[in-house]
């Protein structure tokens, strides 16, 4: 019973402090949002960054934030994520694990579309290094990069309680991963880093929410 009792205050506290930074990280995207489309201020911070970031261009580091950029890509993601899903269920019998993948992917790229289209901004017309298309705010590789490598790291932390190492390879690896794959956006000249940083607030919501959303289905489980 004692045992019971403390597992379930322990679920309590992870589900109450994961919703304050969830609504808080929301909270702060529709701050952001308004800051950016309510006047050309922040522009002058964009700009200063997308400068300071670009006074390192070289070919060896525009080769290098071409692959970092790649791994951002849903059609990298959605590869790798199949094979992990089939993994998943058919050697380790992880079905509800796979199913929040799945929800966290491209519930964020849902999510991401839907922001892009309501919001509208377009990309930057200068400093390009290479050219995209479509709206810019959020940015989406930032954005399905924290769902997919943010998810999958915490599942596999999850599964590995006695892999210390691992886990905190994880914790590092993960949020290095979407740092870089953000940096490489505005390296780019394809993204302002205010669109980088909605995404890092929007994308950290929904993921957590996901979070949440899996150790719920968990924990209840482990009762029946």
Same mark, same amino acid.
């Given at each position: 019973?004692? &045992?019971?009792?403390?597992? *379930?205050?322990? /679920?309590?506290?992870?589900?109450?402090?994961?919703?304050? %930074?969830?609504?808080?990280?929301?909270?702060?995207?529709?701050?952001?949002?308004?800051? @950016?489309?309510? =006047?050309?201020?922040?522009?002058?911070?964009? *700009?200063?960054?997308?400068?300071?970031?670009?006074?390192?261009?070289?070919? =060896?580091?525009?080769?290098?934030?071409? +692959?970092?950029?790649? &791994?951002?890509? &849903?059609?990298?993601?959605?590869?790798?994520?199949?094979?992990?899903?089939? /993994?998943?269920?058919?050697?380790?019998?992880?079905?509800?694990? =796979? #199913?929040?993948? +799945?929800?966290? +992917?491209?519930?964020?790229?849902?999510?991401? +579309?839907?922001?892009?289209?309501?919001?509208?901004?377009?990309?930057?017309?200068?400093?390009? @290094?290479?050219?995209?298309?479509?709206?810019? /705010?959020?940015?989406?590789?930032?954005?399905?990069?924290?769902?997919?490598?943010?998810?999958?790291?915490?599942?596999?932390?999850?599964?590995?309680?006695?892999?210390?190492?691992?886990?905190?390879?994880?914790?590092?690896?993960?949020?290095? %991963?979407?740092?870089? #794959?953000?940096? =490489?956006?505005?390296?780019?000249? @394809?993204?302002?880093?205010?669109? @980088? %940083?909605?995404? /890092?607030?929007?994308?950290?919501?929904?993921? %957590?929410?996901?979070?949440?959303?899996?150790?719920?289905?968990?924990?209840?489980?482990?009762?029946?």
């Amino acid at each position: 019973m004692r &045992i019971i009792e403390v597992s *379930l205050t322990r /679920f309590r506290k992870v589900i109450i402090v994961g919703t304050i %930074i969830t609504i808080a990280l929301l909270l702060f995207f529709a701050y952001w949002t308004d800051v @950016v489309f309510s =006047s050309e201020e922040h522009l002058q911070f964009d *700009l200063a960054i997308i400068e300071w970031v670009q006074s390192f261009v070289s070919d =060896s580091a525009t080769t290098a934030f071409i +692959v970092i950029t790649e &791994i951002g890509y &849903i059609y990298v993601i959605i590869p790798v994520m199949l094979g992990v899903l089939g /993994f998943w269920i058919f050697k380790k019998k992880h079905y509800w694990e =796979s #199913v929040m993948l +799945v929800v966290c +992917v491209l519930g964020g790229d849902l999510i991401k +579309v839907s922001l892009k289209n309501i919001l509208q901004r377009q990309r930057p017309d200068f400093l390009q @290094v290479v050219t995209e298309s479509g709206f810019s /705010f959020p940015s989406g590789h930032t954005m399905v990069s924290i769902t997919f490598y943010g998810m999958l790291a915490y599942i596999i932390w999850l599964n590995m309680p006695h892999r210390k190492g691992l886990r905190i390879t994880l914790a590092i690896l993960a949020p290095v %991963i979407v740092v870089a #794959v953000g940096i =490489s956006r505005i390296y780019l000249g @394809v993204h302002y880093p205010s669109d @980088v %940083i909605a995404s /890092f607030a929007v994308g950290g919501a929904w993921l %957590i929410t996901c979070m949440l959303a899996l150790n719920s289905i968990r924990y209840y489980k482990s009762k029946n």
